[in-house]
């Protein structure tokens, strides 16, 4: 009879788990967990502080009476692996209640130890205000701060559990300041797309402060038990603290046993989940893995790849000839009325790998435009010179999840932009267009690389604005009035056409920016433009990018463009 020992449940650890028992009925599969629970939903745990998820049990996905009963897994909770013998293919456990120690042997050894979250070493942070959430306790704690009313908190870190956690403090009615130490929240979107999540944060009275960190918790000096102190001299007052700055590795239990680990500290692995030991396997947050696109090493705690890894590992242990594949860090946040997601490397990501990359951006409706209810959807592209999909993101308030699945598939699948255009996706007037947005970003790529498009971006601002170019306006007057760039002049694209001499003449053999709202009418005109010999360019994402990526910019309010242009 074969033993196979899993350190640590949740997703890797139970993935393993179960999926060996589905393959060997006669296996002995033991789990070991030091927690109280084996088998929790993580990624539910701010919902339930926020009281969305009101029944605590609801997280509780399985207990050992359950696993027992379903796949006959002898599951020790509270039990906690502290050494491990290479040599002896045993493994020395703590019974954390019995407070004694004994030994397991092992035919095979899963490691599914997990993240922990990032601690600095900052004075103050051992003040019982100041929580991180991973687990199922520290929601309780989280929750009991709350109930014993607390009104004030400050969240340190805007990503994913960062910004989840800023939602259910405001949903349970609590002032709240978020402070990010880059210069943009959700720091896994490119800056002018994480722009769009900031503004809907302000929007719900959120304290915003980014490009600052924090040097300690302190005690409060304004009724409130502690002020965090950040790197600007400012003090934030609070009730409590979450600590949301990213989670670490945790392969101590790795390293005390000499297995290899990366320099970010993780395990390395190889596809099938094997360590540099062949009798251990290692799955999950606490592994090395690489990007799908870039190849770029580094640590993904997500739960998909973490339940497809073990999987994988168990499949391996069973003599099967399997291999995970690189990952795309696909990951979705809801941020009040609105949800971001993204699928593959950004903008900066590709630029720090020395991809070679195009950018296309969009803001189509969700759904029909002529259906009522439709919203804007703000979609970023990212296809190599060649056409090949590299990565999307996209923020809005329906739909998003939709077309960031779609584009993760077709990079999983080495689609190109050609092959994106051509994507049958189900269409009637309640749930797209004919035209998806996914079609969408595809056709304007296409432009992109066989020059039917010539953009500039809002990163050209400085250039476009220093009197080189001639920027050309073609929104109505009444949009132009409601606010343009300084020295524009305003045409709309329906009288482009009837103007074009007087366009000649302003350009004075200058190239000419075209801008719109969103960039499909400064593409028409620019195409316009081209037709009478005219070097332009159309500014990719329009107005809504410009002010998204360059909050900078400067703004003219005013100014009508005269009648007889028209409005």
């Given at each position: ?74 599951v020790r909770t509270r039990h906690e692996v502290v050494a491990i013998d290479r040599a002896d ?479």
């Amino acid at each position: 009879m074969t033993r196979i020992v899993v350190v640590g449940g949740v997703a890797a650890g139970m993935s393993a788990a179960a999926r060996a028992r589905r393959l060997d009925e006669a296996a002995e599969i033991i789990v070991l967990e030091r927690g109280e629970h084996v088998s929790f939903a993580n990624c539910g745990l701010p919902y339930h502080v926020g009281d969305e998820i009101t029944d605590r049990s609801r997280l509780l996905l399985h207990t050992p009476r359950s696993l027992k009963a379903s796949l006959d897994l002898d599951v020790r909770t509270r039990h906690e692996v502290v050494a491990i013998d290479r040599a002896d293919h045993r493994v020395t456990v703590r019974d954390l209640d019995a407070g004694s120690d004994y030994t397991l042997p092992y035919d095979a050894l899963v490691l599914a130890t997990g993240a922990e979250p990032i601690v600095p070493p900052l004075p103050g942070l051992d003040r019982p205000q100041v929580r991180t959430l991973r687990t199922v306790p520290d929601a309780d704690a989280l929750r009991a701060l709350l109930e014993a009313g607390a009104r004030r908190a400050v969240v340190i870190g805007a990503g994913f559990i960062g910004l989840e956690t800023v939602e259910a403090f405001r949903h349970r009615g609590l002032d709240v300041t978020l402070v990010e130490l880059a210069p943009q929240v959700l720091p896994a979107l490119d800056p002018d797309l994480a722009q769009l999540v900031e503004q809907e944060l302000r929007r719900h009275d959120v304290d915003v402060r980014v490009g600052t960190g924090f040097t300690a918790v302190e005690e409060g000096t304004a009724g409130h038990p502690v002020d965090v102190v950040l790197a600007d001299g400012s003090r934030v007052p609070a009730d409590v603290v979450l600590l949301g700055v990213g989670v670490r590795p945790s392969t101590a239990l790795a390293r005390e046993s000499g297995l290899e680990l990366a320099p970010s500290g993780a395990v390395v692995v190889t596809p099938d989940q094997r360590t540099s030991d062949p009798r251990i396997w290692a799955v999950g947050d606490a592994i090395q893995v690489h990007d799908a696109v870039t190849g770029a090493p580094g640590v993904v705690p997500l739960a998909g790849p973490a339940n497809r890894q073990g999987r994988t590992a168990a499949d391996s242990i069973m003599g099967r000839v399997v291999a995970s594949r690189p990952v795309l860090g696909t990951a979705i946040v809801r941020v009040f009325g609105l949800t971001a997601a993204v699928t593959g490397p950004t903008s900066r990501r590709l630029a720090l790998a020395g991809v070679e990359h195009r950018r296309v951006n969009l803001h189509p409706s969700h759904h029909a435009s002529y259906y009522p209810g439709a919203r804007s959807l703000h979609l970023t592209l990212l296809f190599t010179p060649d056409g090949r999909v590299l990565g999307a993101q996209a923020v809005g308030t329906e739909g998003v999840d939709k077309r960031i699945d779609v584009v993760a598939v077709a990079i999983r699948a080495g689609m190109t932009v050609d092959d994106l255009a051509e994507l049958e996706l189900a269409y009637a007037p309640p749930f797209g267009s004919a035209k998806d947005p996914v079609n969408m970003a595809a056709f304007m790529a296409q432009n992109v690389l066989d020059g039917t498009l010539v953009t500039w971006s809002p990163e050209d601002l400085d250039t476009v604005l220093d009197g080189g170019h001639l920027l050309l306006d073609v929104r109505s007057g009444r949009e132009f009035a409601q606010g343009h760039l300084p020295g524009a002049l305003c045409i709309p694209h329906t009288h482009v056409r009837e103007h074009i001499d007087e366009i000649i003449a302003a350009a004075a053999g200058r190239p000419v920016a075209i801008m719109c709202r969103t960039g499909f009418r400064s593409y028409l005109a620019h195409r316009v433009l081209a037709a009478h010999g005219l070097e332009s360019a159309s500014l990719d994402g329009g107005w809504v990018s410009l002010l998204a990526a360059r909050p900078d910019a400067p703004v003219v309010v005013g100014s009508r463009i005269p009648a007889e242009v028209g409005s």
